[in-house]
C-alpha cells in the first residue's frame, strides 16, 4: 500500500503563488506516476497535472504555463508549485499516485483547499 500526505493549501490573492506537497510512504517503489487533481465547487474533479517515475511531466490547458510539478530525486515527494494564480484556481487539490504491483491501484491523499480571492 502506498500512504500519502499533502500540505500546503491556502488563501492567496490573485497573482499569488503557493506551493503544494505530497509525500508518499509504504511501497514507493509501486509507484508509476503521480499528480494533483482538483474540484471546484459544483464543478466535476479534473486533473491539473502528472508526472511519472520518469519525469514526464503532463498539465491540463486551463494551468499550463503557470503550474509546474516536479518530484524529488527519492521520487516520494511531488510538489506542484503554482504561480499567477487566479480565481478559477480555487479549489481542493488533490494528489494521487497510481501503482503497478501485482495489478494497478490508484491511492489518494486527503485533499487541500486552495482559495483565491482579494
Known amino acids: 500500500q502506498v500512504q500519502l500526505v499533502v500540505s500546503g493549501g491556502d488563501l492567496v490573492q490573485p497573482g499569488g503563488s503557493l506551493r503544494l506537497s505530497c509525500v508518499a510512504s509504504g511501497r514507493i517503489d509501486s509507484i508509476t506516476d503521480m499528480g494533483w487533481h482538483r474540484q471546484a465547487p459544483g464543478k466535476q474533479r479534473e486533473l491539473g497535472a502528472q508526472?511519472?517515475?520518469?519525469?514526464?511531466?503532463v498539465y491540463d490547458v486551463s494551468v499550463q504555463g503557470r503550474f509546474t510539478i516536479s518530484r524529488d530525486s527519492a521520487k516520494s515527494t511531488v510538489f506542484l508549485q503554482m504561480n499567477n494564480l487566479k480565481p478559477e484556481d480555487a479549489a481542493v487539490y488533490s494528489c494521487?499516485?497510481?501503482?503497478?504491483?501485482?495489478?494497478?491501484?490508484?491511492?489518494w491523499g486527503q485533499g487541500t483547499q486552495v482559495t483565491v480571492s482579494s
Open positions: 494521487y499516485a497510481n501503482t503497478d504491483y501485482y495489478g494497478r491501484r490508484t491511492y
Open positions: 508526472i511519472t517515475i520518469a519525469g514526464f511531466a
